[in-house]
């Protein structure tokens, strides 16, 4: 079993509607989540993170998060063209030792 | 804005040539990651350094790979030989503490082996 696992997609949305983007992960213990945006041929770019229980809303991004269920989620609201990237989520496992373990990643595509 | 510098942004080499790739974290941050990243793979962490001391480098291959940071502002990840299989764009990454505020990518090196 992969540590963080996410739907590869592409997952396509019309413009101006909701994406919800999905990640699930291993570790109980695990303490820091954090969603980065990477356009095609770019770096990943930090958008998000999360460290409690609930949701955090930042502009047109939501992230949410469910420890008990090991579950953590992005949802993107008035979706725009200008979204479409690769959308990663990442996480800091139990050991606290900083370091972030990525998932394959979810392709969005928003259709004008 | 602060930024992770990269060089070189793109590299082609022999199969068998020695291969350099260096990266200066922002100012001030104490934690620097090397990730490669394949279509297949996705992100894979090789190696990271908290206070330029190296933390775990499990995800490299021993044989073949060397992470270093000489001083605090400059982090290195050497291939030797390098193999065709080694193609793959190569981020550092670069953040402070122990991560709760997640970390800020370089560039990244676009390395092909021919």
């Known amino acids: 079993q992969k540590e963080v696992e996410q739907n590869s997609g592409p997952l396509s949305v019309p413009e101006g509607a909701i994406a919800s983007l999905n990640c699930t992960y291993s570790?109980?213990?695990?303490?820091?989540f954090f969603w980065y945006r990477q356009y095609s041929g770019k770096s990943p770019e930090l958008i998000m993170s999360?460290?409690?229980?609930g949701d955090k809303e930042d502009g047109r991004f939501t992230a949410q998060l469910n420890k008990a269920s090991q579950y953590v989620s992005l949802l993107i609201r008035d979706s725009q063209p200008s979204d479409s990237a690769t959308y990663l989520c990442?996480?800091?496992?139990?050991?606290?030792?900083?370091?972030?373990?990525f998932g394959q990643g979810t392709t969005l595509q928003v259709k004008p | 804005d602060a930024r992770v510098t990269q060089t070189p942004r793109h590299k082609v080499t022999e199969m068998g040539q020695e291969v350099t790739m260096r990266c200066q974290p922002i100012?001030?941050?104490?934690?620097v990651f090397w990730y490669r990243q394949t279509m297949m793979q996705g992100l894979e962490l090789l190696a990271y350094?908290?206070?330029?001391?190296?933390?775990?480098d499990s995800g490299m291959p021993k044989d073949r790979f060397s992470a270093e940071m000489p001083d605090a502002t400059l982090a290195t990840l050497k291939i030797q030989p390098s193999e065709p299989r080694d193609s793959a764009v190569y981020f550092c990454?670069?953040?402070?503490?122990?991560?709760?505020?997640?970390?800020?990518f370089g560039s990244g090196t676009r390395l092909t082996v021919v």
């Open positions: 570790d109980r213990g695990s303490q820091s």
């Open positions: 990442a996480v800091n496992p139990s050991s606290n030792t900083g370091k972030l373990i």
């Open positions: 999360i460290y409690s229980n």
């Open positions: 990454a670069s953040g402070l503490v122990g991560g709760s505020y997640g970390y800020t």
């Open positions: 350094f908290r206070n330029r001391a190296p933390l775990d």
């Open positions: 100012l001030g941050h104490n934690t």
